[in-house]
């Protein structure tokens, strides 16, 4: 499979990191992939956000922008550049330049080791005590509804295209990476993890944490834990199928 790479960079009133978040993205990509893209997706931001990207689109042609004509959620929107998706692996980094660029860059060198590349975060402290305790509580619920013992189920992971368009995204909230990487690696798929390191926001704030935020992904949850141990258990039911990360004991995995 050549090893040629989509990003899908969704953005929602990322006026303040968006040109940045681009261009960490680009100098991590370098001469790394032998075709890629940016699918840059303005949520409809009541900001700048959409004349910038159309600037950045009008720069670069491995830029596309999108624009929602409103707000349909940072799943909507990932799952609308993946259906524009044209490389054999397709990966999301939202626009908020969270992630550093040296942290992308090595995520990228993994392409191609495993069917799936999951980061984790190293410093969460650099977010706010609330959302550090939603992302512990979070990941504990998850590993103990769902056996895939991940270090994290939201960070910015990478997919093969074939098999990320073959799996429907049931949900246009936060929730949708978690509850596919659950459905894939309960399938039998293949993927690695690989640690990250993210910056404090420079503008803007997060919405992960709104209630309705909060309740749908609940909802999703329970959905994805009726489908997986009800609905369809035999199909979910193959060993999971971890790649250490080269030099990683097992012993190191929490």
Known sequence: ???????????????ANIRATVGEVLWAIGDKFEDYELIIVNDGSADATGRIID??????????????????????????????ARMNYVGIFPGDNEIIGHSIAAILELVGSADIIVPFTMNME???YSRRLFSRLYTLIMNMLFTCELQYYNGPVIHRRDVLQATPINTSGFAFQSTLLVRLIRSGHSFI??????????????????????????????????????????????????????????????
Do not use: Q, W
Not at 1 to 15: G, Q, R, Y
Not at 65 to 76: C, I, L, P, S, Y
């Open 1 to 15: 499979m050549d090893k040629t790479l989509s990003i899908v960079i969704p953005a929602f009133n990322e006026a």
């Open 55 to 84: 600037e950045l689109a009008a720069a670069d042609p491995h830029v596309k922008a999108v624009h929602n004509e409103r707000n349909m959620g940072f799943g909507a929107s990932y799952r609308r550049g993946v259906g524009l």
């Open 126 to 128: 650099v977010r706010p």
């Open 193 to 254: 993890e690989v640690a990250m390191y993210l910056r404090p926001r420079l503008g803007g704030r997060s919405t992960a944490l709104k209630l309705k935020n909060v309740l749908n992904v609940c909802l999703a949850i329970a959905r994805l834990a009726k489908t997986i141990h009800l609905d369809e258990k035999a199909r979910y039911s193959r060993p999971v199928n971890r790649i250490l990360f080269p030099g990683m004991p097992a012993s190191d995995l929490k």
